[in-house]
């Protein structure tokens, strides 16, 4: 749809010519003869552009500038202005105004300007959408997405968040595990008791227990005093452990014992103590194929798998990175104290081909860098970092080329098997999450093609 321009000139041979001109170039004017009668027609009706002489009887040029900013900060002014009164015409520029003509007007430099006002506005216009998309979208706090996946997941955790069972959260690095987990916790009855997270895979090996159940004076070097852990601090709350299929096996036992036992015992201890908290868990490895390779015992992973949530990878709902991009532009921009308003179409389109491997905590990053960097109000391409722009994934492009005899697909699987297991330095449980696939079916494909490390 064509800009509507409203025409602000006291001198009527000048509104008559921009008409004219306008006109054949397909925009929508509407022309009036002082900038009072510019406040009344804006009253009836909202323009795209305003397009307003600066030297006029009555309300000047600048006043009216200055009284529709101060109604609509977003509407797009431009200034025409006469030789002798250049400087007044930058000093609007400066208030507000999206730019200056200088007459005599030229009319390649009028219709120039003119398009680059028209496309600012419809960034404006698309932006404000997803503003509001946004606002719709967000049904859990933090948690965005319209995606079905996501959908699904806000189901999921508006029905289970009220009880007590244990929930399993599966899910990439960077997809919200610990959002998910706050906000079971936030819906549910424990909501008014502590919430306690614990990366299993950030804390050495000798210390988890006693971070987990505390630890008694003297029960190892250093502990010169009682301490509780975690799950006496929760009582009545709720634990979130985090890399589960990190803990080591023989913690696995003592933590299946206070799932089931609803107990714990201090490092040195002797007593029993009881404890009432909720297990959340998540992981982002293939646990059943943890327990096949014996690394995760199969009782503790029934009793954390009572519900179970997969979060989506980013590059799963790409119809949700715009308006991601959007919620990360106006968080940061807001803290950060910048004038960044949104992304530049050039900018997003590099965002949606991309295939982000740290999805959304990666999205997040990056926009916080492009606020930073953006020169203007808009974060353009040059803002994001170099992997985004030479990314190709999602660009329609296959990573090979067809051979003129056509391609066997069992050769391509087979390739893409070998290249896996090399990434992976031949270990089934890491290759197979990069081909999507389970433990076990990675297995069979290996037998059945024959693969074996060199």
């Known amino acids: ?270 007593i029993n103590i009881p404890v009432d908290v909720r297990i959340i868990a998540a992981t982002n490895k293939d646990l059943e194929a943890e327990i096949i390779k014996g690394q995760f015992r199969e009782d503790l992973f029934y009793r954390l798998n009572v519900i179970r949530i997969t979060l989506p990878a980013l590059r799963e709902r790409g119809s949700d990175i715009a308006t991601l991009a959007e919620f990360f532009v106006r968080k940061y921009s807001a803290g950060l104290g910048t004038p960044v308003q949104g992304i530049t179409k050039a900018a997003l389109k590099l965002l949606l081909n991309y295939s982000w491997p740290g999805n959304v905590r990666q999205l997040e990053s990056i926009i916080e860098r492009g606020v930073l960097m953006a020169e203007g109000s808009m974060i353009a391409p040059e803002d994001l970092p170099a992997e985004v722009h030479e990314n190709i994934t999602g660009s329609g492009r296959l990573p090979f080329d067809f051979p003129a005899d056509g391609i066997s697909f069992e050769e391509l699987e087979r390739e893409l098997i070998v290249k896996a297991m090399e990434r992976a330095d031949w270990t089934i449980a890491k290759a197979a999450p990069l081909l999507r696939m389970s433990y076990k079916t990675l297995q069979y494909r290996l037998e059945k093609f024959g693969i074996e490390k060199p």
Do not use: W
Not at 119 to 130: D, F, G, I, R, S
Not at 152 to 176: D, N
């Open 1 to 270: 749809m064509a800009c509507s321009i409203l025409i602000v000139d006291d001198e009527k041979a000048q509104r008559d010519i921009l008409q004219t001109i306008l006109s054949r170039e397909g925009y929508r004017t509407v022309s009036v003869a002082s900038g009072q009668d510019a406040l009344d027609e804006l009253r009836q009706g909202e323009f795209d552009l305003i397009l307003t002489d600066l030297k006029m009887q009555g309300l000047s040029g600048m006043e009216l500038l200055e009284k529709v900013l101060a109604d609509n900060p977003q509407q797009c002014v431009i200034i025409m202005t006469a030789h002798g009164t250049i400087d007044s015409a930058v000093e609007a520029t400066r208030k507000g105004a999206f730019n200056y003509l200088e007459k005599p007007l030229d009319r390649e430099h009028l219709l120039f300007t003119l398009q680059r006002a028209c496309e600012h506005v419809a960034l404006l216009k698309e932006n404000t959408a997803l503003h509001r998309k946004l606002e719709e979208s967000v049904t859990i706090p933090n948690i965005i997405g319209e995606h079905p996946k996501v959908r699904e997941v806000f189901r999921i955790i508006s029905k289970i968040a009220p009880t007590s069972s244990t929930v399993l959260i599966y899910g990439e690095s960077g997809t919200g595990k610990e959002l998910v987990a706050r906000a079971i916790h936030d819906r549910s009855q424990r909501s008014d008791k502590p919430f306690f997270a614990i990366n299993c895979a950030a804390i050495p090996e000798a210390l988890i227990e006693s971070e987990l159940f505390g630890h008694e004076k003297g029960s190892f070097t250093g502990a010169n005093n009682r301490e509780i852990g975690i799950f006496e601090a929760a009582d009545g709350g709720t634990v979130f452990l985090d890399e589960i299929g990190e803990m080591n096996v023989s913690l696995q036992a003592k933590l299946l014992r206070a799932i089931q036992e609803k107990e714990i015992r201090r490092v040195g201890g002797k």
